[in-house]
């Protein structure tokens, strides 16, 4: 896949870039390492400063990115504001949090003695560099929440963007530069995806994470596991959206035409499969398509736009087969299920009725905005369809009923269960997934360790 700015909306080329050859990508690997042998005796009083200038940069130059990002991607401008200032506040989350989250940790002193010591801590400390390999759907958002706790805990960060955001790419390597970040203590490569293998497996690499795709994650878990490096994967999800009859259907239906639609669709996190319990399904139903009916399809640099184009043809194509699969196997196209004529990689927000398990759109992950309605007869039948799926990431529930929120708490299958509002990931929270979803967390404390050395200082007595 080439290394270019492909306009969305437009289908136009806008600017291509080179990949790097082995010579640079030697160098930034080498400038890494010499970078982290400072950078990992800075104080977090040193790494806070320059991480609030980073997030005080990026918070003057919202709009230049924003339309960078809507230019790459095609996400409505207002919602690449949105996400730039995301970054920004988690930002400075954890400069002013990190010192708290690492601080030494002082085991019992009577399991101390016990042990024959004298005294005993349990420090965190940095690992070294770290690639990540980032998607193209949340281009800022999924890097920062990599690089703010990375650099903070005292590691240094190598980024392997989607080869279709290189300028966004490149933006946020200047970002920690202009900050005063020392030299390669964040880099981007501009590589395509054949060196990804071979980074990773550079001994001056410590560990890597990956946001994308299931075989993506394979290929760098495979290679890290050879090497015994430690990785961190969010590989998607199939989210659920259940709703009871004691849920306010007004705003579960509001909130679920948003938590499908945001960003075209395309969030491993969105709500995608939508389980109604039978009492409330023809209600919900009804706001819910009537609200998705009622987006705005068009220029996401339009102000007034909801839902912008997907990322790339091949997308489309592949959302498009979901979906005739699934009307080819009896599905009810309730509203949209076509491609809007014109240029761009657009298509309607669609919503699909009586799924059925042999439909691909019942397995599949769908990467776009389409939402799948499925009735359930009670809780139980709620949770099995609700788990039915290789997925694990997210979760949401509508219920004003407290045992159902803990029996929804206990048995669905996700890293996160989200009651009466919508799925969003917040510095504050761990976010990650099981089954397929992928494995470690971001964010939050857990987040901030998972690329640290847990050490043990142990003194006899």
């Given amino acids: 896949m080439p290394i270019a700015t492909v306009n969305p909306a437009t289908g136009e080329t806008v600017r291509t870039f080179d990949a790097v050859g082995p010579d640079e990508i ?65 930002m400075r989350w954890y400069a002013d949090r990190a010192e708290a989250l690492l601080a030494d940790e002082h085991p019992d002193p009577a399991d101390v003695a016990d042990s024959g010591g004298s005294r005993a801590v349990v420090r965190y400390r940095p690992l070294g560099p770290v690639l990540a390999v980032m998607p193209w759907n949340f281009p800022l958002w999924q890097v920062v929440r990599f690089a703010a706790p990375a650099l903070m805990a005292g590691n240094v960060g190598l980024l392997k963007h989607a080869s279709n955001v290189p300028q966004t790419a490149l933006h946020l390597d200047g970002l920690f530069r202009r900050a005063g970040f020392p030299e390669g203590c964040f880099q981007t490569l501009l590589v395509g995806s054949a060196e990804v293998e071979k980074i990773v497996r550079d001994p001056r690499v410590r560990a890597a994470t990956l946001t994308g795709s299931e075989p993506a994650g394979r290929a760098v878990a495979a290679a890290a596991g050879d090497e015994i490096k430690h990785t961190v994967l969010e590989l998607g999800g199939s989210d659920p959206y259940v709703v009871m009859p004691s849920a306010d259907l007004d705003r579960a239906a509001e909130v679920a035409v948003t938590a499908r639609n945001q960003n075209a669709g395309q969030s491993c996190i969105a709500a995608k499969r939508f ?130 929120v803990e029996r929804f708490a206990r048995d669905l299958e996700a890293g996160g269960v989200y009651v009466n509002g919508m799925t969003a990931s917040h510095p504050a929270f761990p976010f990650g997934g099981v089954k397929r979803s992928g494995y470690g967390r971001e964010l939050s404390g857990h987040g901030i360790r998972e690329f640290c050395n847990i050490t043990t200082v142990w003194h006899g007595a």
């Fill in 26 to 90: 030697e160098r930034r690997l080498a400038a890494a390492d010499a970078a982290f042998r400072d950078y990992r005796t800075t104080s977090f009083a040193e790494r806070a400063g320059l991480l609030h200038r980073a997030a005080d940069l990026l918070e003057k130059e919202n709009e230049e990115i924003a339309r960078t990002v809507t230019t790459e991607m095609g996400k409505p401008i207002t919602q690449a504001r949105a996400e730039a200032a995301k970054c920004v506040k988690a």
């Fill in 275 to 404: 389980i109604v319990h039978t009492d409330v399904y023809d209600a919900f139903a009804e706001r819910f398509t009537a609200g998705v009916r009622a987006l705005r399809v068009g220029d996401p640099m339009d102000e007034s736009t909801d839902v912008g184009p997907l990322s790339s043809e091949r997308g489309r194509a592949d959302l498009e087969e979901l979906v005739d699969d699934a009307v080819s196997r009896g599905a009810q196209v309730l509203c949209g299920g076509r491609r809007p004529d014109g240029p761009g990689w657009f298509y309607e927000p669609t919503v699909l009725a009586g799924i059925t398990p042999d439909m691909r759109v019942h397995r599949e992950e769908t990467f776009g905005p389409v939402a799948t309605l499925y009735r359930a007869g009670d809780l139980e039948e709620a949770v099995a369809i609700a788990n039915d799926t290789s997925f694990g990431l997210s979760s949401n529930v509508w219920t004003a009923d407290e045992a159902e």
